[in-house]
């Protein structure tokens, strides 16, 4: 009798005790601190972790999507009417971009390397090979006759020789050529008087360098700083575009899921391309200074050497009514054409991503040039690229398990509550069938002995 009153006893204690603990735990809130520090520990970029082989050599798939604009209506357009193109795309490019010549700086707090990026074509994942022929502005051409306009003397010899060997605004190429360049005839003769001249020209050449082999820097808590707790201050995130030449802010917009792991999904403001009355930041490209374009197209001309390069989303989203109506065959849409990022919110880890632009020329009447016929000012579309990424299997698992495991942490003290609930109800139990028993044996007894 004694033995099991005092296992009775010890039981409520237990509970107490058991409730103690939990209780403090929810409120000291060690687990979430505790689970914080795992996290940052594994998404540290150093050395032999997870997050650093991924970084070196990230394992899911980087598409590089391009959309080109085929021109129907050149002999109208030099008439001064409304241009009118149709979309040809895909051309899919695999993206590879490892990290090389890794240097740990600082005693391992930054990490420099080289990003080489280079392209595959996925002939299955493309509307057609790279020999396809599209028709758009002669970007060397236009550019040429941009920089010797009101030079009469030598704006005439030019054009003169550009109607001996046939070039005009307009110019038909391959899908390839566009992209990794092509020997510009115009380039190769202007070269003669100027040896430096690069005569090869392509969208993703060097002359207009959409891609750019760039050194990285990174401090040591990059995928950290960068992701997580820039969502915490402002909920805003900070990406770097060297095609714009600026770095852009994104802001959350929305939940989403993506392959059952949830995540937030940031996008750049409509803000980042308005005009510099909406947004002053953006003074800096109304080039001359005053001479803006109107929201939604940058003049992005002076990174681009000169060239009159106008950055924009594709088919003008989120831009002036004006540009859509200029052009036949602008049609924007949120989800085909928005630049947007998901993240997984606890890891900081990018589940998906999306980066849209579309690049346009800058197309007018220059002075002494026949080839530019009456054509109206017109921001012309060339070609809009996506170059996306979704995580990969074997990181969703991984993710999933980090995500169990931090279910489970997070929830140790209010199992411990409930833990001790539960004893404590055995207890009072326990006590209410010791109590019965003696009373009903108390009164049996003398039943039995009589
Ligand atoms: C990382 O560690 C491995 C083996 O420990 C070594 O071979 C490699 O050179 C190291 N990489 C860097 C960038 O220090
Ligand atoms: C690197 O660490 C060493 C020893 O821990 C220290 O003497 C040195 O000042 C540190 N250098 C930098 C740049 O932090
Ligand atoms: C683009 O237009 C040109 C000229 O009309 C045509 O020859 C070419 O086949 C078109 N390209 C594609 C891929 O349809
Ligand atoms: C773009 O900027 C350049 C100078 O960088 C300027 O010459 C050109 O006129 C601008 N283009 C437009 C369309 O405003
Ligand atoms: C800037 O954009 C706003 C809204 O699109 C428009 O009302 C305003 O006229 C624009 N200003 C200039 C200078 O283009
Ligand atoms: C851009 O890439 C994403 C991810 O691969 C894909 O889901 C989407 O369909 C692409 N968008 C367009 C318009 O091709």
Redesign the pocket.
Known sequence: MLRKSCCIYSTGILSILILILGISLVLSNVFPHFLQALVKKEVTLKNGTEAFDAWENPPAPIYMQFYFF???NPLEVLDGNRPAV?E?GPYTYREYRPMEEINFLDNGTKVSAVNTKTYIFQPNMSR?PET????TVNIPAMTVMDQFKDNTIIGNLISAYMRSSGEGLFT?RTVGELLWGYEDGLLKALKLFKPALDDVFGLFYKLIGLVDNRRVQHDQWHQWSLFSSCYHQNESLYMFSSDMCRSLYAEYEEDVTVKGIAGYRFSPLSKVFANATVNPDNAGFCVPAGNCLGSGVLNVSVCKQGAPILMSSPHFYQADEKFVQDVFGMRPKKEWHQTAIDLNPLTGIVLQAAKRLQVNVFVQKVSPFSQTGNVSPTVFPVVWLNESVVIDDASVLKLKTVMLKQAVVENIPFMLIGLGILIGLLYMFLMCRQKIPESTTAEREPLLSS
Not at 132 to 135: A, N, Q, S
Request: aromatic share 0%; glycine share 10%; charged share 20%.
């Open positions: 085929n021109l129907t149709v040809i057609g396809d022929l599209i028709r038909t």
